[in-house]
């Protein structure tokens, strides 16, 4: 395990890496192969089965292959999206609730400078302040009577 708890993954991506690029060659020589061979077929006597079998089969373990490649990278495509992605995500959040953030992203003002600081009684339950004339905890929903 690593400091962060989660599973070491270097062997994993290695070898998804080697054997994806394996499958990706090898399919897409076959599969080259096969094409030239079935279309570069001048007499059709007799069908030539092996470079069907190639021509079909070829391109499938080239994309198995390609997957495989994809999957020894999803981690960093995965940060990469998020360190694109969540920016926007924080200014659309901004924007759309002018400023209070929606379930905590994007809030840009607090309280004090709103000016709407609540000042009336704490809730015994979780200590949220709440309004002076709230009869429920805008924090837990319990009675504040």
């Not at 994809?70 to 200014?91: D, F, H």
């Not at 979780?126 to 924090?139: K, S």
Request: charged fraction near 15%; glycine fraction near 16%; proline fraction near 4%.
């Amino acid at each position: 395990m690593t400091s962060n708890e989660l599973p070491e993954t270097a062997r994993t991506r290695l070898g998804l890496r080697l054997v994806g690029l394996l499958l990706l060659v090898g399919g897409g020589a076959v599969f080259a192969w096969g094409i030239t061979t079935v279309f570069g077929h001048d007499g059709f006597d007799s069908p030539p089965g092996l470079a069907i079998a190639a021509f079909l089969g070829g391109m499938p373990v080239a994309v198995v292959g390609l997957g495989m490649l994809n999957a020894s990278t999803i981690g960093a495509q995965s940060r990469y999206v998020a360190g694109e992605t969540m920016p926007t995500l924080k200014q659309s959040a901004a924007y759309l609730s002018d400023g209070e953030g929606i379930m905590g992203v994007g809030r840009t003002v607090d309280d004090q400078q709103r000016g709407t600081a609540a000042n009336g009684p704490y809730c015994r339950s979780c200590g949220v302040r709440n309004d002076e004339d709230a009869r429920f905890c805008d924090g837990c929903g319990s009675s504040l009577a």
